[in-house]
């Protein structure tokens, strides 16, 4: 997420700044505004009150939609801890951009810190070139691997009925780590 919304700022004319190697840096004020994908724990938050007293600033850039349940209708423990710390952090926050549309997504983020939709698209650098290697996998799967996604995965390898049905990516890697794994899928 981080590197898609990198490159889109890029495109823009802004200097952004990200090194997948060293995840766990911030910038202090002067150096400009760090950028942090929701997900949030209580060791995450004590490190980001710590830089917020000594000036650094922050944008979180939320993922999923938080709802009366949890965050995605708190399907999983994990979704519903996630939007309950959430709070924690984003008092930290100048802004929240969030990744899932609808003016009761922005209302839910506002509550916390200015909030707004954003879209994650096209930059002239997320272009990968084509792989010439035939797929060897039917589907690929990049994300977070959940029990409700290890369900719907299982169910769409039967389909396939073939030995190599999933390409699995669920280590969160570079985007080009990501794209050369997802090439490997039709």
Request: glycine share 8%; aromatic share 10%.
């Amino acid at each position: 997420m981080i590197g898609i919304l990198g490159a889109q700022l890029r495109a823009l004319g802004h200097q952004a700044v990200w090194d997948v190697k060293q995840r766990d840096k911030m910038v202090g004020r002067e150096a400009g505004i760090n950028v942090l994908v929701e997900g949030f724990t209580k060791n995450s938050i004590s490190v980001i009150a710590a830089m917020h007293a000594q000036g650094a600033r922050f944008l979180i850039l939320a993922t999923e939609e938080p709802t009366e349940k949890g965050f995605n209708h708190g399907t999983q423990k994990e979704m519903i801890k996630r939007q309950e710390i959430f709070p924690e952090a984003a008092k930290f926050a100048e802004g929240i951009l969030h990744l899932v549309p609808g003016e009761n997504v922005t209302r839910w983020y506002a509550q916390f810190a200015p909030a707004a939709y954003a879209e994650l698209g096209y930059a002239p650098s997320l272009v990968r070139p084509r792989s010439l290697v035939e797929p060897e996998y039917t589907f690929g799967f990049y994300g977070s691997y959940t029990k409700r996604r290890e369900k719907i995965l299982k169910r769409l390898a039967k389909l396939t009925n073939k030995e190599k049905a999933i390409k699995l990516v669920v280590d969160f890697k570079s985007q080009e780590e990501r794209d050369l794994a997802m090439r490997q899928a039709k």
